[in-house]
């Protein structure tokens, strides 16, 4: 198998870039004896009740449900490529709770609904659990929850803060730790406080998560088709028609489940940027090493930069460490050629390092990147189109994992047309902000990421270019 390349700078000899020398370039949860075949692509026409486009999460979980709720539904579901290839199957595994891309996002937004918003992200994070054991799914689900960590002085105040509003929301799940408690669960000089949501987060395999939900919807009847992409969406009769390489569907609703790739409805392109997102591997710690840093708990954990890390720790002892990065390239495309960054894997490594510093000698196994959805408020935005006969729901950004299983509920009942406490939620009427078009998208991105970095570097201050995103809603995240 091909490795990934080297960086040509000086900064190829550093120990931290020398444990690149042997990663697979390859998503390490993909990289799986166990790894289904591929279902044969649709060739002719088909008809159905219910066509899901999008073999993500998003899909899955959305042909699951239609058929748990009327086992007499006809669906099927077709993907471009294979089940689970892209974002759900090569992100960090963790299912959080959260619908709307943690407290504050929350707060910030819907500060009147988010206690309801949580209470039905801890029952969707409950119902993803319940089906993952009813299914049978072997996706090594651990809720061990997950670690905020403030690795900056400003940041322990707002750890603090974060955990004062937990609290008067009732969250009693949260529970702030200072410096020596914090260490006390896994042990980095970089560390100074953290918040731990205890039961809010899980760990996961998610390539086998999404392999676990094909199989339970081939098991409910479901038909599959693989290598199938969609190409064009219309109105035929009282339903839809949608083209493919090789033939038609024709379905009396469609549910899209694209994400970061170009919606079917052109409507939506604009409130979608698929910005590109990495990760590394390592290979399994020894005992030893693991005695190092502690991390008996195992706790997905996450630093409270601007340009974050995610970093856990794997069923085989391993340690994903992601994020830091967020590439945009020019025109929102999503192509191959985009997934890897060198540059992204040496600044990965090398914060790696200075985060763990017991761990010097480790290396990586694999390096990997790939697209993601995002938008202006950071959280999944819903609609229609096609008079009610087709729903969408897209803009994760990076919290798909747990919060697609709610938006397979949002668009189901939007094609059933019912009128539900979901539907009803202000988060699920209303829209973000669109990205303006080319080149002021370009332009205000890169000031944005600019604003960022400077941000982290000045003690969290944000200056004037930030505080008028904030204040009109337009933000960039990952």
């Not at 944005?448 to 004037?464: C, E, F, I, K």
Request: aromatic content about 10%; glycine content about 10%; hydrophobic content about 40%.
């Amino acid at each position: 198998m091909a490795r990934a390349a080297m960086p040509h700078q000086t900064g190829a000899t550093s120990p931290a870039v020398r444990a690149l020398a042997d990663a697979v370039p390859t998503p390490f949860w993909l990289d799986d004896p166990d790894r289904p075949e591929a279902r044969s692509a649709l060739v002719g026409d088909e008809t159905c009740d219910l066509l899901v486009v999008g073999g993500g999460y998003s899909g899955l979980w959305t042909a699951l449900l239609a058929k748990e709720r009327d086992p007499r539904r006809d669906v099927v579901l077709i993907e471009g490529a294979e089940i689970g290839w892209a974002a759900s199957g090569r992100n960090g595994g963790f299912c959080a709770a959260s619908l709307t891309h943690g407290l504050g996002n929350g707060l910030a937004r819907w500060p009147d609904e988010l206690p309801r918003l949580e209470e039905l992200g801890m029952h969707n994070l409950d119902a993803i659990e319940d089906a993952v054991a009813r299914y049978g799914i072997d996706c090594a689900f651990e809720r061990t929850g997950e670690i905020d960590i403030a690795t900056e002085p400003h940041q322990i105040a707002e750890l603090a803060e974060a955990a004062r509003d937990a609290a008067r929301l009732g969250l009693d799940r949260h529970r702030f730790l200072d410096r020596d408690a914090l260490r006390a669960e896994i042990d980095s000089p970089t560390f100074r406080a953290g918040l731990w949501d205890r039961d809010g987060v899980a760990m996961l395999n998610p390539a086998r998560l999404a392999w676990g939900l094909k199989r339970a919807c081939l098991g409910l009847g479901v038909r599959i088709y693989e290598r199938t992409r969609a190409t064009a969406l219309a109105s035929r009769g009282a339903g839809m028609a949608v083209r493919t390489p090789y033939g038609r569907v024709f379905a009396r609703r469609v549910a899209l489940g694209t994400n970061a790739f170009p919606s079917l409805v052109r409507r939506v392109r604009p409130y979608i940027v698929p910005v590109y997102d990495h990760a590394l591997m390592t290979e399994p710690l020894t005992d030893d090493q693991l005695a190092a840093i502690g991390w008996r708990n195992r706790q997905g954990l996450s630093d409270t930069n601007n340009h974050f890390h995610y970093f856990r720790i794997t069923a085989d002892q391993r340690i994903l460490w992601g994020g830091y990065d967020i590439v945009y390239r020019y025109g929102g495309g999503v192509r191959a050629e985009f997934d890897h960054h060198p540059a992204t894997y040496e600044k990965l490594a090398q914060h790696f390092f200075r985060c763990f510093p017991q761990l010097e000698g480790l290396r990586f196994s694999h390096a990997w990147g790939g697209a993601i959805d995002t938008c202006a408020r950071f959280s999944a935005f819903f609609g229609t189109a096609h008079t009610g006969r087709v729903a969408y729901a897209a803009g994760y950004t990076g919290l798909g994992v747990g919060a697609t299983r709610f938006g397979a509920e949002v668009m189901l009942d939007l094609l059933d047309g019912e009128r539900t406490e979901r539907t009803q939620l202000e988060m699920v009427r209303s829209k973000p902000l669109p990205f303006p078009p080319e080149p002021l998208r370009w332009a205000g991105i890169g000031i944005t990421q600019w604003s960022m970095t400077r941000a982290d570097t000045h003690a969290g201050r944000r200056n004037l270019w930030l505080k008028g995103m904030d204040r009109i809603g337009l933000g960039f995240d990952s």
